[in-house]
T-cell receptor, first 110, second 112 residues
Framework: SQTIHQWPATLVQPVGSPLSLECTVE??????LYWYRQAAGRGLQLLFY??????ISSEVPQNLSASRPQDRQFILSSKKLLLSDSGFYLC?????????FGQGTRLTVV | DAKTTQPTSMDCAEGRAANLPCNHS???????VYWYRQIHSQGPQYIIH???NNETNEMASLIITEDRKSSTLILPHATLRDTAVYYC?????????????FGPGTRLSVLP
């Protein structure tokens, strides 16, 4: 069966520090992969999606970037975090008819 | 993808059926209705989806009106663990750049 791993679960980082969140998927090949962010009490906002290695599409301009170095690996990064980058970050993968989410990373920028 | 509207919040007594409505009046013929839920500080969990016919699985039932402009998610015997935010989404199956657009959802509180 397919599983999705996302880490770390929580992260506290100072303003101006770099960020790297990693997501890996098992049990499937060539998945569509996504990074979402959720602000407190709000819906999910799509940040990036990828349909293949090295192929990244950005939905909103921001201080973050994404990379897909391997078929089942998706990385969310920042060179310098802002206070506004705080939130709950979710990795997801999808089939043609459904999407499945990791357990999320709660990032607090202080 | 079509927009959905859901009530902001609902309460349900433990052991009773929870009926969560969703309006999607602009849904097109090839768009499916999906339901997800999100328990606090966890990733959204897939519940069920359907196109035209009513659907049932081990978690819930999905009732879609004949005109497909609205649907209802039914949790037949709600438990305290069903307390979560429930999202109704309509979208068409595609192979590329699939974007599940999550609105604010309905916050369901199951009360003892």
């Amino acid at each position: 069966s397919q599983t999705i791993h996302q880490w770390p679960a929580t992260l506290v980082q100072p303003v101006g520090s770099p960020l790297s969140l990693e997501c890996t998927v098992e049990g499937t090949s060539n998945p569509n992969l996504y990074w979402y962010r959720q602000a407190a009490g709000r819906g999910l906002q799509l940040l990036f999606y990828s349909v293949g290695i090295g192929q990244i599409s950005s939905e909103v301009p921001q201080n973050l970037s994404a990379s897909r170095p391997q078929d089942r690996q998706f990385i969310l990064s920042s060179k310098k975090l802002l206070l506004s980058d705080s939130g709950f970050y979710l990795c997801a993968w999808s089939t043609r008819t459904g999407a499945f989410f990791g357990q999320g990373t709660r990032l607090t920028v202080v | 993808d079509a927009k959905t509207t859901q009530p902001t919040s609902m309460d349900c007594a433990e052991g009773r059926a929870a009926n969560l409505p969703c309006n999607h009046s602009t849904i097109s013929g090839n768009e499916y209705v999906y339901w997800y839920r999100q328990i606090h500080s966890q990733g959204p969990q897939y519940i069920i989806h359907g196109l035209k016919n009513n659907e049932t699985n081990e978690m819930a039932s999905l009732i879609i009106t004949e005109d497909r402009k609205s649907s209802t998610l039914i949790l037949p015997h709600a438990t305290l663990r069903d307390t979560a935010v429930y999202y109704c989404i309509v979208r068409r199956p595609t192979n590329y750049g699939q974007n599940f657009v999550f609105g604010p959802g309905t916050r369901l509180s199951v009360l003892p």
